[in-house]
T-cell receptor, first 115, second 111 residues
Framework: NAGVMQNPRHLVRRRGQEARLRCSPM?????VYWYRQLPEEGLKFMVY????????ESGMPKERFSAEFPKEGPSILRIQQVVRGDSAAYFC?????????????FGQGTRLTVV | DAKTTQPNSMESNEEEPVHLPCNHS???????IHWYRQLPSQGPEYVIH???SNVNNRMASLAIAEDRKSSTLILHRATLRDAAVYYC????????????FGKGTKLSVIP
């Protein structure tokens, strides 16, 4: 059973370009979470999705950031018109259920560098 | 969400037990106590979780105080691979689904 797969592992974008980060949850998991980790800081929650639904996007910046988790295919975190401050590690996690008595499985992350 | 307090850093000698403390004095009755760790340049990894009773698994043990205002993660025999940042997180029992990470404890293991 493959773990949570994120790709690409490293992504370099110029200021103003778009960044697309993909996350395939573990098999059988329908709950996906995205986190961002700025250099030397802790992980910050961004968004929680179930298939075809955004449940909580309270941690998402109001502009330029969007996320989706379609019926088929991976979850996508999209950052439009990237700026240097978007440089960070972006982690995706999945769980089989959205209740607290389960563990979340994290991917290895995508390290975005904006030049 | 109720907050947790952990020491910024700790050191341990290899092959010795490690006790990582966590204070959560405002914990509610439905909060689960979760521990995750993050090795350098990797994603967080689940370690253990519990509600009221002490818990053991292949990775660690979780000792929960009787009043639940504190807990301790116990690594029975530290290895170099256990060097990581350890996060103590409370996850609410109802209507909650996200993990709120604090700064955690950076554990160094000395050979």
């Amino acid at each position: 059973n493959a773990g949570v797969m994120q790709n690409p592992r490293h992504l370099v974008r110029r200021r103003g370009q778009e960044a697309r980060l993909r996350c395939s949850p573990m098999k059988g998991h329908s709950h996906v979470y995205w986190y961002r980790q700025l250099p030397e800081e802790g992980l910050k929650f961004m968004v929680y999705l179930q298939k075809e639904n955004i449940i909580d996007e309270s941690g998402m910046p109001k502009e330029r950031f969007s996320a989706e988790f379609p019926k088929e295919g991976p979850s996508i975190l999209r950052i439009q018109q990237v700026v240097r401050g978007d440089s960070a590690a972006y982690f995706c996690a999945s769980s089989p259920e959205g209740i607290p008595n389960t563990e979340a499985f994290f991917g290895q992350g995508t390290r975005l560098t904006v030049v | 969400d109720a907050k947790t307090t952990q020491p910024n850093s700790m050191e341990s000698n290899e092959e010795e037990p490690v006790h990582l403390p966590c204070n959560h004095s405002t914990i509610s009755g439905t909060d689960y106590i979760h521990w995750y760790r993050q090795l350098p340049s990797q994603g967080p990894e689940y370690v253990i979780h519990g509600l009221t009773s002490n818990v053991n698994n292949r990775m660690a043990s979780l000792a929960i105080a009787e009043d639940r205002k504190s807990s301790t993660l116990i690594l029975h025999r530290a290895t170099l691979r256990d060097a990581a940042v350890y996060y103590c997180i409370l996850r609410r029992g109802a209507g909650s689904y996200q993990l709120t990470f604090g700064k955690g404890t950076k554990l160094s293991v000395i050979p």
